[in-house]
Each structure stands twice: as structure tokens, then as C-alpha cells.
């Protein structure tokens, strides 16, 4: 019964079936499902009108809180000259964009998505102690949640600054900071929390790379509120790292070694001090330890405010060096062996061979009995008198009158008296030189005397130093190991 109904009523509901059906098909976007992937008109839906030069916010009175994570992944290198740490870290970081949010019903439940970072907008948190552009790989997207969350993870080659301490080395521990905040924005813009607890934060090493020479003893996060000259405060998160070195390479390629040559220095006490291989022995020590530190000079860390310990320390062994060569020399000077050789003083004799002895434990010194000069020389002129009394046959000249006047026999020739004469003047010289060298044998021996006891009590101070200050600096080191 067409041809019955009016025109303008055909006119009036056509217009109003075709509006009903286009509400419908913007109602169901299920039923156009085949008109494109899922993906790329959810990307469009949430891309179309996003504008992302202005904060992701509803009302702008609420702050954009920023939860950040850092994990430590490697220490690459400490630079103790430059004072700067560079480490390997993964980043993690995730805040709310209101203007990020859809169904998943009306896209294929689709929850999560990957969108380009360029895309959004990303806050504007940097580390502070930056000092150079490191190699990290460039991530060009992000995650997006379907309730607006968005996830930007990214690994960071963090090349920061950062107050080095080397007077503990090689047993030191540094403390480096990675502080995080909005580097414009403030705290009533944009705030900063922690993505984990803090126990999780601190004693996470499950990606650590730990065959390195510095080990991470923990990851220590802190929030802090802080201002500029103006009114406006910021919101910052730091990170301390804290690392140990591992002693050990160290002490085996410089401690070792130097311990070893002043080991050698004082089992070189024992050669005789008359033995002027004490001295050669002592010196080729001292230049080889000279060629050690030359050596090692590389490997110890500089820096222009402070020394490490561990140099002290070469610096004070070379001093022992030179002081226990020194000692030798004045040794070797005291017990040589002289032909002008003046005898010990009396009371140099009695300090060192008799109050110095007792007090090493070395017992009573033996000591010479010498004559005096003057005896020694009335001896030789008793000598003379004798040779010049005696006769030609060496007997007394009174003698030859009486025999004489019996018939003896006629007294030798002159030359043989005169032979007779010369002889005892040789003898008498004779003795007077082995008297002499005997005295200087003597002299010399209570020289040796007063320098071996000196030679042992220095030795003993010496010994007494070199201890003392090795157990100083162990105890140092132990301590600074176990803290």
C-alpha cells in the first residue's frame, strides 16, 4: 500500500531512521571491527587530539607525582684524579596521564599499549651530577595502561661527579650520589616518590655484575624537599651508591713486594759489622726499592687534595731504607780498622761495654788490659841500656877485665861486636813493632766491642719502629676492611 502514503511523510521519516543508524554505529565501534586492527585505532583514539606540550592534568592544581627506580647494573670506572663515577644503571620510571585512558572492551581488551616517546609528554627529571653525555641506547617508546599509567624504562650510562676519598686505598669505600629531579618544574607541578620500598631499593643486586674490582655493598634512597634563593621549593630523590674496593690485587702487587724488601733489610743486620758487604747489601736494597715505587707510580690513584695512606707508607719504608743505611755507615766508620786508631775513651767504654750491654741482655764485655805507653817505652829504652852494657860476646863489659888478666883467650874483633850490637838493636825493634801492632790489634778489638753492641741496639730500635709502624698501619687497614 505503498503508492497510499503521503510524500511528506516519507519525506519526515527518512531523515530520522538515518540519524537513529548513525548513532548506532557510534555507540557499537565493536560491529566496525573490521574496518582496522585494534592497535592502530586504539593508537589514533588516544593520539588524534593529545597535545603534548602541556601537563597531562585535569585540573592543573594537582601535582604530577613521578615514581622513579634505579637498579645498579656495573661499575665501569672510577676516576679518583677527575673525581668522577661512571656507572651503568637501569631507570625506571612511571606517572599518570589523565588524557591516556580508554575501555578495553571497546578495543579488543586491549590494556597495554606501546606508543613513541616523542609522542606524550614526558617529565623533565635529569641527575644532577652529570658531567658528560654517556653511551646509553636510545628506547623510543613507552607502555601506556589503559587507567593512564605510563611506563618509560630505559638503561642509563650515568658519567657523574662525585667527592672521591683515597686515603684508605686500596681498603676504601666511596659514597656517590644520583640525584633525581624535575629540573624546571616544582614540587607543586610535578613530585617525586619511590617506585619500591627502600629495603628493596638498598639490598637489590640481582642484575649487579659483581667480578669487577669495586663491589656494591647497597643502593641507599632518599627523598628531600629543597629551594632556591626564590620561594619555589623542588622535589628531588637521591640514590647512594655505595662501593667497595676489592683489596686484593693491590696488596699482592704493592703491599708484597714492599714488604718483602724491608724483610731483607732487617735479616741484613746480621752480617758482621766489620764486613763491608753489609753496605753494598743495603744500598742494592735501597735502589731496588727505588725502582719499585717508580714502578708502582702508575697504579696508585692522584689527586690533588689528599695522598693515600698507602704512599705514606712507601715514603716512610724509604726513609727506614736510608736511616738503616746510615747506621751501617756509621758502623762500618767505627770498627774500621786504623793505624792512627786512638783507644775508647774510658767513658765511652764504660757506657756501651758496661750500662748499654746490661741493658741488652748481652753480658759483661770483655775488656783489655793494656799497658801504658810510657811502660812500653821504658821497656825499649831497658832494651837499648842492655844492648849498649853488653860486650862483645854479650855478656857484661865489668866481666872482661878480670878474664883478662888470667890468659883467656884475646876478645873477638871489633866487627863482630858491632854485628852483635846491631842484632839486639833489630831485636829490640823488632819487639817495639810487634808491641805496636799488638796494641793496635787491641784497640781495634775494643772498637769492635763498643760498635757491635751499638750495632745491636740500634738494630733493636730499628726493629722496634719497623713494627710499630706496620702494626699501625694493619690495624688501620683492618678496621677500614671491616667497617
Known sequence: ?????????????LPVLLTQGEARRRDCPQAHSTSGPALQRLSDHLLSNYKKDVRPVRD?????????????????????????????????QYWTDEFLQWNPEDFDNITKLSIPTDSIWVPDILINEFVDVGKSPDIPYVYVRHHGEVQNYKPLQVVTACSLDIYNFPFDVQNCSLTFTSWLHTIQDINISLWRPPEQVQFDKSVFMNQGEWELLGVLPQFREFSMESSDCYAEMKFYVVIRRRPLFYAVSLLLPSIFLMVMDIVGFYLPPESGERVSFKITLLLGYSVFLIIVSDTLPATAIGTPLIGVYFVVCMALLVISLAETIFIVRLVHKQDLQQPVPAWLRRLVLEKVALLLCLGEQPTSHRCPATSQATKTDECSDVAKHCGPLGGPRDADRPLKGRGSPPPPPREAS????????????????????????????????????????LFRVYLLAVLAYSATLVTLWSVWQCS
Open 60 to 92: 592543573w592544581r594537582e601535582p604530577t607525582t613521578v615514581s622513579i627506580d634505579v637498579i645498579v647494573y656495573a661499575i665501569l670506572s672510577v676516576d679518583e684524579k677527575n673525581q668522577v663515577l661512571t656507572t651503568y644503571i637501569w631507570y625506571r
Open 1 to 13: 500500500m505503498l503508492p497510499r502514503v503521503p510524500q511528506a511523510l516519507l519525506a519526515l521519516l
Open 418 to 457: 858491632l854485628a852483635a850490637r846491631g842484632l839486639l838493636q833489630e831485636l829490640a825493634s823488632i819487639r817495639h813493632f810487634l808491641e805496636k801492632r799488638e796494641e793496635s790489634r787491641e784497640v781495634a778489638r775494643d772498637w769492635l766491642r763498643v760498635g757491635s753492641v751499638l750495632d745491636r741496639l
